[in-house]
């Protein structure tokens, strides 16, 4: 399997911050990764597909970076709305499809 | 617009099977893969499996032996039956779409655009 490994697991943050959120894969994935939104009692939803493409409807303060192991999600000035945990996800290997463990995305 | 809505019992006893549908609305399950995915409480995102229309199904090896993935195109529905369960297997379980393709003879995925609101199944005698 490989393992996905999202730094940090929690961060404070301001509305307006720029907010960094990094996954690693324990093997190569090429750009086959996927950042995920969820908010407490919702489904994931999808933020950024093959690494740095921007899914419909998403808006642009949301950006995709990385290929092969390493990868960053970034938000250029937080929203209130953006208040939410993130996981990353590997589609390169499967099975099995796996996750990172996530990242909470906390007002300061 | 492509809904996913999940539905089966919220409550199973231990040592039994636990059963959801996911009904696709909107569109056609005839495309695409279809995905289990759960989150048990306070925890991070396991994926159960997938299946395409054809049939062609896939699980995570860590649940394969217990989990059954179908697919009905005729009533745009896919099931799983989650086999004598414990109670590690309470979470909210989420059906999901993606896109999917070979490249070199290995399936490669897309993300999950599409997911259903989720179902809170809880295993407890």
């Known amino acids: 399997d490989i393992q996905m490994t999202q730094s940090p697991s929690s961060l404070s943050a301001s509305v307006g911050d720029r907010v960094t959120i990094t996954c690693r894969a324990s093997q190569s994935i090429n750009s086959y990764l996927n950042w995920y939104q969820q908010k407490p009692g919702k489904a994931p939803k999808l933020l950024i597909y093959?690494?740095?493409s921007l899914q419909s409807g998403v808006p642009s303060r949301f950006s995709g970076s990385g290929s092969g192991t390493d990868f960053t999600l970034t938000i250029t000035s937080l929203q209130p709305e953006d208040f939410a945990t993130y996981y990353c996800?590997?589609?390169?290997?499967?099975?099995?499809?796996?996750f990172g463990g996530g990242t909470k995305v906390e007002i300061k | 617009q492509v809904q996913l809505q999940e539905s089966g019992p919220g409550l199973v006893k231990p040592s039994e099977t636990l059963s959801l549908t996911c009904t696709v609305s909107g569109g056609s399950i005839s495309t695409y893969y279809w995905s289990w995915i759960r989150q048990s409480p306070g925890k991070g995102l396991e994926w159960i499996g997938h299946?395409?229309?054809?049939?062609?199904?896939n699980h995570n090896p860590s649940l394969k032996s217990r989990v059954t993935i179908s697919i009905d195109t005729s009533k745009n529905q896919f099931s799983l039956k989650l086999r004598s369960v414990t109670a590690a297997d309470t979470a909210v379980y989420y059906c999901?779409?993606?896109?999917?393709?070979?490249?070199?003879?290995?399936?490669?995925?897309?993300?999950?655009?599409?997911w259903g609101q989720g179902t809170t199944v809880i295993v407890s005698s």
């Open positions: 093959a690494a740095s």
């Open positions: 299946i395409y229309n054809t049939g062609s199904a």
């Open positions: 996800q590997q589609s390169y290997s499967i099975p099995p499809l796996t």
């Open positions: 999901a779409r993606s896109g999917g393709s070979y490249t070199r003879n290995q399936l490669r995925m897309g993300g999950m655009g599409v």
